[in-house]
């Protein structure tokens, strides 16, 4: 007889432990899904917080949590483009209104029938400048668009980068000269083979002689190194203008440092520069030391 009560005690006491836990369950479950129809509706922010802790509920939780914190990296990158885009169509349009309105204008005197041949020569030199800078920004941004779709992919070859370098620098001897600059150019006396794309190699090579002869205040370096499993290409011009907060947004489209430069190119340049070098795996940074910006490109060594 007490074996027999003792064992329904024993029964009760486990049937309630077990009726407690059920209940206390179903508390966080409503608590649980509270907290999420709060997040679903905008009124918090919060990851999911648990009253009742159990093994697998609190495993259910923190893969919950895990996809809240996903989801706000997703709708942060989210943001992110649609104010890069917002700001690229806005600065498009800029650029294009600009020798646009230019254009109109001069068309609209070269209609004035007391126009002299000189200056009807000066307008139509005026126009044709404002009509290549326009075929300038749009080729750009096409070649832009097209090198950052999925389906763009580039042929990887071997590439002796000494020679290239030397080859594209070559090309440039005359803009060197109209700026007064003599190049400082270090090239590594042993041969540097990398994997890359050839015109793509010599794009990225050109934008940033381009970039650094451009907004360049004094003399430019251009330094070719080999490492074990990289090589390096650095182009050093004195940025006097430029600010450490720039350099996050100097490879964004249409990003110019120097507003006041802005008729100086179509600020898509760097852009370009940065998805080359991904699509040939390699990388690209920026750096500010002592008012000069070290623009570094690291290849792949071939094997």
């Known amino acids: 007889m007490g074996k027999m009560l003792y064992l329904t005690v024993l029964s009760v006491a486990f049937a309630l432990f077990f009726l407690s836990r059920f209940i206390l369950l179903k508390k966080e479950i409503r608590s649980v899904t509270d907290q999420l129809l709060e997040r679903h509706q905008h009124k918090a922010d919060t990851k999911i917080n648990l009253a009742f802790y159990d093994t697998d509920f609190e495993k259910l939780a923190k893969e919950i949590n895990v996809q809240i914190d996903e989801t706000k990296v997703a709708n942060a990158q989210k943001r992110r483009t649609e104010n890069e885009l917002r700001q690229a169509i806005l600065n498009m349009s800029h650029d294009i209104r600009t020798p646009m309105t230019s254009i109109l204008g001069y068309i609209q005197f070269l209609e004035n029938e007391d126009l002299t041949q000189e200056k ?19 080729e750009d941004f096409l070649e832009l668009s097209m ?14 980068l000494n020679d290239m370098v030397l080859e594209v620098l070559v090309g440039f001897y005359e803009e060197f000269n109209k700026k007064n600059i003599e190049p400082s150019i270090n090239i590594s006396e042993n041969e540097v ?19 650094a002869i451009k907004h360049s205040s004094g003399n430019v370096a251009i330094n070719l190194n080999k490492t074990p499993s990289y090589a390096e290409l650095t182009v050093i011009n004195p940025a006097s203008e430029l600010k450490e ?14 507003q006041a430069r802005k008729g100086k190119g179509t ?37």
């Open 147 to 160: 090198i950052e779709s999925a389906e763009y992919s580039l042929k990887m070859d071997s590439i002796k």
């Open 267 to 303: 600020g898509l340049g760097l852009s370009i520069t940065k998805s080359l070098m991904q699509k040939m795996n390699g990388d690209i940074t920026a750096e500010l030391k002592d008012e000069q910006l070290y623009m570094k490109c690291k290849w792949k060594i071939k094997p």
């Open 193 to 211: 083979w990398i994997i890359g794309n050839s015109s793509a190699v010599k794009r990225v090579i050109e934008n940033l002689t381009i970039n």
């Open 245 to 258: 907060e720039d350099l996050f947004y100097l490879f964004n489209r249409f990003y110019k440092a120097d």
């Open 120 to 138: 009807s020569k000066e307008y139509i030199m005026i126009i044709k400048t404002g009509a290549l800078r326009l075929k300038g920004l749009l």
